[in-house]
């Protein structure tokens, strides 16, 4: 339940007008916010706190391909890989693999990221996850992924995206960092803080990067304008359901739904989860 009402506006990332550097900047910002810690407020980053939640839903992870749709620039996979499989190693078990998929595709970072970790693969050609079928071999489990992507969607793209979820795959789960309440809001000033240390980080030696961040603004206003975005246009564990009910899907009643929040840094991050398992992929 929010009090704020769910408002699709636009993110400027999203525009066909938004220069590719911007949106590259914007997903590769993304990325290091998910594997961002600020201890000692912060012990543990959101792509670890979202591993935990996989670990604890799906016993079963070395029979999953977890396939990435709207990947961006890589996201949060291939930390996930990284940890999951280490995990999974401790205890003599095969890997899971993570497949990435958009539809806009970026095969060149993919490639580069494959090379570094061979449980993740990407497809080349640009996936539409709201009209795709299955996606990975019919002796693996297919669990769809949107890490923070789902909220990109208004309902009549979101609604066909989990129909055909639940008509071919075995489960799937949607991340968010934030949610429509006043505790994220207090996220939008770190913003600005997260951009300019990532610009520091990453494009120190780019003029370019450099000027749009400290001395004409654009990147950290950029962040805040589409993180202010993004929690509008998040949805509730309840508005999630609502979606799932929409979709009419044959074989509904065969599927298990589950919610949640796991806390990364108080008060303000979250990971907020919702979940679809088809009761024989258990």
């Known amino acids: 339940m929010s009090f704020l009402p769910r408002l699709h506006l636009f993110e400027i990332a999203d525009q066909s007008w938004c ?28 792509a670890e706190v979202a591993c935990e939640v996989l670990a604890d839903n799906f016993p079963d992870l070395s029979s999953f391909t977890f396939v990435d749709l709207g990947s961006g620039a890589g996201g949060p996979s291939a930390t996930f890989e990284r940890l999951l499989n280490a995990r999974l190693r401790a205890q003599h078990l095969p890997p ?14 993919w490639a580069t990221l494959t090379k570094q970790q061979e449980n993740i693969s990407y497809i080349s050609e640009p ?20 890490n923070v992507a789902f909220h990109h969607f208004d309902d009549p793209l979101a609604v066909p995206m989990l129909r ?56 950290p206003l950029l962040m805040v304008f589409d993180g202010f975005v993004s929690i509008m246009r998040c949805r509730t564990s309840d ?25 990364v840094m108080y008060p303000t991050t979250n990971v907020h989860w919702f979940i679809g398992v088809k009761k024989t992929a258990k």
């Not at 990325?31 to 543990?44: G, Q």
């Not at 789960?173 to 300019?196: K, N, Q, V, Y």
Request: glycine content about 2%; some cysteine; hydrophobic content about 40%.
């Open 164 to 219: 055909n979820a639940i008509e071919s795959a075995d489960a799937f789960i949607i991340f968010e960092l934030t949610a429509r309440d006043l505790s994220s809001m207090l996220i939008l000033p770190g913003l600005i803080l997260i951009a300019c240390q990532y610009t520091l980080l990453r494009f120190w030696r780019s003029p370019l990067h450099l000027f749009f961040t400290f001395m004409f603004p654009l990147a």
């Open 19 to 46: 220069p590719d550097k911007a949106i590259e900047y914007a997903q590769l910002c993304l990325t290091h916010c998910w594997n961002l810690r600020l201890p000692p407020i912060a012990k543990t980053s959101s």
């Open 127 to 146: 996936v539409d996850a709201s009209k795709c079928g299955r996606l990975v071999p019919q002796n693996r489990k297919e669990c769809r992924m949107f």
């Open 239 to 263: 508005e999630l359901h609502d979606l799932v009910r929409r979709t009419d899907a044959p074989g509904l009643e065969n599927w298990e739904f589950r919610s949640g929040k796991s806390p």
């Open 96 to 109: 899971t693999e993570f497949l990435l998929t958009d539809l806009n595709p970026h095969p060149r970072e």
